[in-house]
């Protein structure tokens, strides 16, 4: 049900002018319903073959940042994925790399799996500067599923 209600809040958060003349300045009333807000752990797995799923993440991340709607929002990407935060990987959509950068700006944590990195050829690459590298991204998404966060795959 939460994942439900999630989904039809970023596809809400996704749609052009959404909330954009009815969202007013938060107040001290709106960030103490903030604590309230969900933690969103948003998983990438598609990778720059499918453009709009690779960049989705990324882009939800920031809207949810912008929005207030969760109270913390984390990104693991495996798979596929991989390549949009290795530095020097040419063919990943700008619009994910600038997303990415919003999100890693206003704080998301991004996290990148060793293992899929390992497999994609990418394991000794630099990573894109505030991606942190973890050891699996199962065990990293299991972590946050744990602390509460509720997750959402691309």
């Known amino acids: 049900m939460k994942s439900l209600i999630v989904s039809a809040m970023l596809v809400a958060l996704s749609t ?3 909330g954009a003349a009815a969202d007013p300045a938060p107040t001290a009333q709106t960030q103490q319903a903030d604590a ?3 933690r969103i752990l948003l998983v990438a797995f598609s990778g720059p073959e499918d453009a709009m799923r690779l960049t989705a993440p990324f882009h939800h991340a920031v809207l949810l940042e912008e929005s207030h709607a ?5 990104i693991v990407v495996y798979g596929r ?4 935060v290795v ?5 990943v959509p700008p619009q994910a790399r600038q997303d990415l950068d919003k999100a890693l700006k206003a704080g998301v944590k991004v996290y990148a799996c060793a293992y899929s990195l390992e497999m994609a050829g990418f394991g000794s690459a630099p990573l894109i500067p ?6 699996a991204g199962a065990i990293q998404v299991a972590r946050l599923v744990g602390q509460g966060y509720v997750p959402l795959q691309y």
């Open 36 to 38: 309230h807000a969900p």
């Open 70 to 74: 969760a109270r913390d929002v984390a």
């Open 130 to 135: 505030g991606v942190e590298k973890v050891p």
């Open 16 to 18: 052009p002018g959404a």
């Open 81 to 84: 994925a991989v390549a949009a």
């Open 87 to 91: 530095a020097s990987v040419k063919g």
